[in-house]
Structures are given as structure tokens and as C-alpha cells.
């Protein structure tokens, strides 16, 4: 993987240094990047849930990462067979998340870095939470566990912002580096700098019809949650931004033509697969909105950073009961105009797959059909082309035959 990564950066380096680099490139570079960090052997590293403080950890000059980055990872490289394959041996459940599987098999087979320390989260599950404990005992390392209420009261957020300020006795007790206040008020007001031109990117996929192909914003809000309060990351989401106006003012330069938008539940198909291109080639749908592109908190004071970042972890839409999820999915489809949902409903997932009846009702009720696909979103041995195509073609037709909830 370290190689990978090196390599990774070194193409896209070189293309940007001799090109017009897109947006998309400049997001790779910073991903590579990172991967880089996470592999170099120098760097303190800290593996976590998805729902960590990424900028606090930043401040504090540690490399941190939610682990399910590199299980997609591994399935984009097209590696990911063997190392699910040595979980399935060492005896976990093939119906588990595959994610976690493959961080597994990998860490098993010696490719996951030793971290410092550990940071699990209780949102937005316990399968992660798992994987952190069992990667805590692997290497023998502390893991601190943030417990997410599921509930913005103010006495919830008390109770998150002190775990963060213990997180921070944590890390440093282990690193023997002291927090810098005035590093970690200085991430923060890049951290809002960042979702500040984040929300203006998200505003120009609104329009009809969106400057957004269906691969332009592919992942992006949650892996940019791993470059909170790096001014790096504020230049990655200026370049999305001005990339998409150029396009709205230059109609030349817009993606194909646009009859179906459609939201994307969830994260995405992480290996190479054609659904995303027959899609937009031969229906002229496109996805211009995925289930985590959305900015669900305030800007975070830097006065009061912890709760800043406590009001974050909980609003993220997983957490909390399922209506919740469905409210904002419903949210999104009428902000973007949406004609149709697509729900992976990733293998082994209870996010992707235990509340697919309930969010399948909830978005038909304001008239936007879902199409289920029942899919491994890492595995690619289990993908097969022909019988997607045909419920794609089924979608694209029942998209057809119904008025548009938006005209």
C-alpha cells in the first residue's frame, strides 16, 4: 500500500504540474497524500470510527483515519479478494460488513501500519466499533472510545465535549505532545473556511440542470471529513467550486445532458463498475447528490471548540433513530429535485441494508421512487453486470412513467 500510495501521488503530481488539473485530481492528490502519511512509518497514526474529530487530531500533529478508507481503498486497487479471503478463513462471518472484513484480512496479512493509538465511535455502528477493539488488541495498543448520543440536547453535548477534552489527555499522554490552543483555533477556522465553500459546492449541484457528473462528488464529504482544518483542504474545495461555476457559465463545458437526477443513499460502489457510466450514457441520468454530501452542523466557534465539534459527531444523519435519516433524505431530494433514489444496500451493512424498507417508503411517500440493489460495495467478485443492467432498466422505466414531483 505504501507503494501504491507513492505512485498515486507521483502521477497526479506530474499530470497537474504539465496540465489543467481537474478538481477530481487535486481531491486524489490529497487522498494520496494522506495515504502516504498513514504508510510512512514517521508519522503518529491514529485509526478510528467515522465520526472522530479529525481536525482536533490534526492540531495535534497526528495522521488519523476512519478505518473503512482503507477497505475501499483496497477494493479501488482491485486487491481486496485476498485479504477478505483471510478473514472469511480466520473464521468471520462472511455476512459481516465487508469493509471490515478486508481491514481485517489486512491487518492480519501485515499490510494495516501499527497506530499510536486507537479512537473508536459508538455512530454510526457497532461493526466499527468492533474492528477498532480488535485492531487495539492486534497491536497492543490504548483505544479510546467516544460514546455519541443519539440526541442534540445541551446535556448531550456536555457529555460529548468532555469525552473530547479526555480524548485530548489521551492523546497526549501517549504522544507526550500538548495540545497548542491557538494550533487547534487555527484548524477550526479552517475546518469552517472548508465547509463554507464546501456549502457553495453543494449549492451548484443544485441547479437545474447540474454542472455535477456523476463521479465529480463521488465520496467526497466523507473523505474530506479526514482533511478537517488543513489548509490543504480549503484549496481541494475552492478548485470543486470554481470548476462547477466555470461550467454553469460556460454551457460547453457541462456534463451530458441531464433527464433523470438522481440521489445516491449512502457510499458508493468502491471497485470499477459500469452502473455510473450506463447510466448517465445511456438513460442521461445522473447522480448529482449522494446521501453524505451534506453539511448537517454550524460553524463551529473556536471559543468553544469542543462543543463545536460535539454538535457535529451528533447531527451526522446515521445517528439517531431512523426517521431522522429518512427527514433528511427527503430533505435532500427536494433540494436537489430528485427524480429517483438508488440504496446499494451494501452487503452485511445495517445501515446500508436494515432500514431499506422504511427509507424506500419514506422517499416514495413525496414520490420519488428506490432502486435496491442487493450489492457488495467492496467485493467485486460478487458483482455481476447483466442482472444490474436489468434493474437499472426497470428503474430508468418507472422513472418514466411517473410525473415528476417537481414540475
Not at 457535529?312 to 433540494?335: D, T, Y
Request: net charge neutral; glycine share 8%; hydrophobic share 40%.
Amino acid at each position: 500500500m505504501k507503494k501504491y500510495f507513492e505512485e498515486l501521488e507521483k502521477g497526479l503530481t506530474d499530470a497537474i504540474r504539465t496540465g489543467k488539473p481537474s478538481a477530481r485530481k487535486r481531491y486524489s492528490l490529497e487522498i494520496a497524500r494522506l495515504g502516504g502519511r498513514l504508510y510512512s512509518g514517521t508519522d503518529k497514526v491514529a485509526w478510528c470510527g467515522i465520526a472522530a474529530p479529525f481536525d482536533l487530531l490534526n492540531s495535534m500533529g497526528v495522521t488519523s483515519c476512519f478505518v473503512e478508507f482503507i477497505g475501499a481503498m483496497l477494493a479501488s486497487t482491485g486487491m481486496v479478494g485476498e485479504f477478505l479471503e483471510e478473514a472469511d478463513h480466520a473464521g468471520y462471518s462472511s455476512d459481516s460488513c465487508s469493509y471490515h472484513r478486508a481491514v481485517t484480512g489486512a491487518t492480519m496479512k501485515g499490510i494495516m501500519p501499527a497506530p499510536e493509538f486507537l479512537v473508536g465511535t459508538t455512530n454510526p455502528c457497532s461493526g466499527g466499533l468492533a474492528v477498532i477493539e480488535n485492531l487495539a488488541r492486534h497491536f497492543g495498543k490504548d483505544f479510546f472510545v467516544l460514546h455519541i448520543p443519539q440526541d442534540d440536547s445541551r446535556r448531550s453535548v456536555r457529555f460529548l465535549a468532555d469525552q473530547m477534552r479526555d480524548l485530548v489527555r489521551f492523546t497526549e499522554r501517549i504522544t507526550g505532545t500538548p495540545l497548542d490552543h491557538d494550533t487547534l483555533k487555527l484548524t477550526i477556522l479552517n475546518s469552517n473556511r472548508v465547509w463554507e465553500v464546501i456549502r457553495e459546492v453543494y449549492d451548484l449541484a443544485k441547479l437545474v440542470p447540474s454542472p455535477v457528473a456523476s463521479r465529480d462528488l463521488a465520496n467526497f464529504g466523507i473523505v474530506m471529513s479526514l482533511f478537517q482544518g488543513r489548509e490543504s483542504a480549503i484549496s481541494v474545495a475552492e478548485a470543486f467550486r470554481d470548476e462547477l461555476a466555470e461550467r454553469v457559465a460556460n454551457s460547453a463545458m457541462a456534463p451530458l445532458p441531464e433527464k433523470f437526477r438522481i440521489l445516491w443513499i449512502q457510499n458508493r460502489i468502491q471497485f470499477k463498475h459500469p452502473l455510473e457510466k450506463m447510466l448517465e450514457e445511456h438513460y442521461h441520468a445522473r447522480i448529482v447528490i449522494d446521501e453524505l454530501n451534506d453539511i448537517t452542523w454550524d460553524p463551529i466557534d473556536p471559543g468553544s471548540p469542543f462543543e463545536g465539534m460535539a454538535r457535529r459527531s451528533i447531527s451526522i444523519p446515521f445517528n439517531g433513530p431512523v426517521e431522522k435519516r429518512i427527514g433528511h433524505l427527503q430533505k435532500l431530494a427536494g433540494e436537489y429535485q430528485i427524480h429517483g433514489a438508488i440504496n446499494p444496500c451494501n452487503w452485511g451493512c445495517r445501515q446500508g441494508t436494515g432500514g431499506r424498507g422504511l427509507i424506500e417508503d419514506g422517499l416514495r411517500k413525496i414520490g420519488i421512487p428506490v432502486l435496491n440493489l442487493e450489492v457488495d460495495c467492496v467485493d467485486p467478485r460478487k458483482f455481476t453486470p447483466g442482472q444490474f443492467q436489468t434493474r437499472v432498466e426497470a428503474f430508468v422505466e418507472m422513472m418514466q412513467s411517473r410525473p415528476s414531483p417537481w414540475a
